[in-house]
């Protein structure tokens, strides 16, 4: 599969746009089949199988979403020393340059490792993408925690006070449940209020991590701030 670049703001914004469109329209229908559940009773197979399709939107559009950021970020060609080191972590895993250093001990096997390290941040060749499993920039691992999701926002250089206190909320609701059936369980003792309110947390997270991804965009927030002697002519 060919390289795939997002070259300007505008671009990156048409991509998250229309990923969040159809994945809040799924995600708003499947709640108001939850939210019709009568009280007491177990849930329907497709009222279980909603809850799956929320948290396969929510997982997908982060997913999609960083993805989408990290390729714009590579696509503006500029030598990784001049990002933030969460896109050098992007680049140097692709390349599986850290499995060799963290099995061994050999002092040459760092050298070589910083022999790579001091290559790439001078490089403007942009990474790999595949859009199949392992061959992303950025994995949510089937299973976004909280926790996971903080890391990805860290990843990206995204502060993430605006986001958590929701997401750990996502994470004793929407996850458990989620956990619950795909592990087999019954999983229908929901507590509908509860879920409502999730529902109402995800979609919220999801237009803020869509503007906080844009709005970063636009600061160049991505580029590491450098004293004077090291500015350059590449940015």
Same mark, same amino acid.
């Given at each position: 599969?060919?390289?795939?670049?997002?070259?300007?703001?505008?671009?990156?914004?048409?991509?998250?746009?229309?990923?969040?469109?159809?994945?809040?329209?799924?995600?708003?229908?499947?709640?108001?089949?939850?939210?019709?559940?009568?009280?007491?009773?177990?849930?329907?197979?497709?009222?279980?199988?909603?809850?799956?399709?929320?948290?396969? !939107?929510?997982?997908?559009?982060?997913?999609?979403?960083?993805?989408?950021?990290?390729?714009?970020?590579?696509?503006?060609?500029?030598?990784?020393? +001049?990002?933030?080191?969460? +896109?050098?972590?992007?680049?140097?895993?692709?390349?599986?340059?850290?499995?060799?250093?963290?099995? @061994?001990?050999?002092?040459?096997?760092?050298?070589?490792?910083?022999? !790579?390290?001091?290559?790439?941040?001078?490089?403007?060749?942009?990474?790999?993408?595949?859009?199949?499993?392992?061959?992303?920039?950025?994995?949510?691992?089937?299973?976004?925690?909280?926790?996971?999701?903080?890391?990805?926002?860290?990843?990206?250089?995204?502060?993430? @006070?605006?986001?958590?206190?929701?997401?750990?909320?996502?994470? @004793?609701?929407?996850?458990?449940?989620? !956990?619950?059936?795909?592990? &087999?369980?019954? &999983?229908?003792?929901?507590?509908?209020?509860? +879920?409502?309110?999730?529902?109402?947390?995800?979609? /919220?997270?999801?237009?803020?991590?869509?503007? @906080?991804?844009?709005?970063?965009?636009?600061?160049?927030?991505?580029?590491?701030?450098?004293? /004077?002697?090291?500015?350059? !002519?590449?940015?």
């Amino acid at each position: 599969m060919s390289k795939k670049q997002i070259k300007t703001v505008d671009e990156l914004i048409d991509k998250l746009d229309n990923e969040l469109a159809w994945r809040k329209k799924e995600i708003i229908q499947a709640n108001l089949l939850i939210s019709s559940n009568v009280e007491n009773t177990p849930l329907s197979f497709t009222q279980k199988s909603s809850i799956l399709i929320i948290y396969a !939107n929510w997982e997908g559009f982060i997913n999609k979403a960083a993805n989408y950021y990290a390729m714009f970020v590579f696509s503006q060609n500029i030598p990784l020393i +001049f990002l933030k080191t969460g +896109f050098l972590e992007i680049k140097l895993q692709q390349k599986r340059y850290f499995d060799d250093l963290m099995i @061994s001990k050999k002092q040459v096997v760092r050298k070589r490792f910083l022999d !790579n390290l001091n290559k790439e941040l001078y490089s403007k060749d942009i990474p790999r993408f595949e859009d199949t499993l392992g061959k992303i920039y950025i994995s949510t691992d089937s299973n976004l925690s909280s926790k996971l999701f903080e890391n990805i926002l860290e990843l990206l250089g995204i502060d993430s @006070s605006r986001f958590l206190t929701r997401a750990n909320f996502i994470d @004793s609701v929407l996850l458990s449940y989620r !956990n619950s059936l795909a592990h &087999g369980e019954r &999983g229908y003792e929901i507590v509908l209020e509860d +879920f409502d309110e999730v529902a109402h947390y995800i979609l /919220k997270l999801m237009d803020t991590f869509k503007d @906080s991804l844009i709005d970063s965009s636009i600061r160049k927030d991505y580029i590491r701030k450098l004293d /004077k002697s090291h500015e350059t !002519n590449f940015i």
